[in-house]
């Protein structure tokens, strides 16, 4: 005979990083000129984060999307010029630094601040995840207690644990406005928020 049970768990933590998506999205007659340009930009942002002490292996760089860019006058869809977006992903452990990351993007020519996100470090996830299924692989041997001694049978040793779920979301902010100085000033206003991180794990444990 045996005992199903399913124990879960939740931390409340402190993020250890954050992400910014900071980009430029521009409209030229020529896709050759909206590419030079966009790509322009994005070199110039990478080179003023470089220069704040922003490491290369910190900034990625997303895929450059090019596409024409159409009006709609005179009952039809007219193509008036092609538009170049572009987005970098800029990471740092300094949470303090966010402000002056969006400022320095904003200064080198992005036109769009897009998110930021705070949360957890590879190493940071691992380590609560251990914490977040012991405490649940905890609660399940409670309940597992508490049904054994209802039923009057003793508990046994553990016969099969299965992780049923490891989740970890981290705190996104969608900005308000994506452009210019309103964007450094509402983004030196956003203040790291703590993340969650559950665990949850089945047990089946022997009976006698």
């Given amino acids: 005979n045996t005992i199903n049970v399913s124990g879960e768990s939740e931390l409340t933590v402190d993020p250890d990083e954050a992400e910014v998506w900071a980009g430029i999205s521009i409209v ?7 590419q030079s340009e966009a790509n322009e930009v994005i070199n110039n942002i990478i080179d003023g984060l470089r ?3 922003i490491s290369e292996e910190d ?23 092609w538009r170049a977006s572009q987005t970098l992903k800029i990471s740092t452990e300094d949470l303090d630094k966010v402000g002056e990351i969006v400022d320095v993007c ?3 020519g992005a036109n769009q601040i897009n998110r930021i996100n705070f949360g957890l470090s590879e190493e940071k996830e ?3 995840k251990k914490e977040a299924l012991a405490k649940a692989a905890s609660n399940a041997k409670a ?11 003793k508990l046994g040793e553990v016969k099969t644990v299965s992780e049923a779920q490891h989740y970890y979301r981290p ?20 203040m790291p ?5 559950t665990g949850q794990i089945n047990l089946v444990y022997n009976v006698r």
């Avoid at 030229?28 to 909206?34: G, K, M, V």
């Avoid at 994506?178 to 000033?185: D, P």
């Fill in 171 to 190: 705190y996104g902010y969608m900005m308000e406005t994506t452009v210019g100085a309103k964007a450094v000033e509402e983004a030196a206003q956003v």
């Fill in 28 to 34: 030229e007659l020529t896709a050759e000129e909206a």
């Fill in 106 to 108: 904003v200064e080198n």
């Fill in 51 to 53: 220069y704040k002490g």
């Fill in 143 to 153: 309940k597992a207690v508490t049904i054994a001694e209802s039923l009057g049978v």
């Fill in 193 to 197: 928020q703590k993340v969650d991180i």
């Fill in 59 to 81: 900034i990625e760089t997303e895929r450059l999307n090019l596409y024409e860019e159409k009006r709609y006058e005179d009952g039809e869809y007219k193509v008036v010029g």
């Fill in 126 to 128: 691992q380590e609560y």
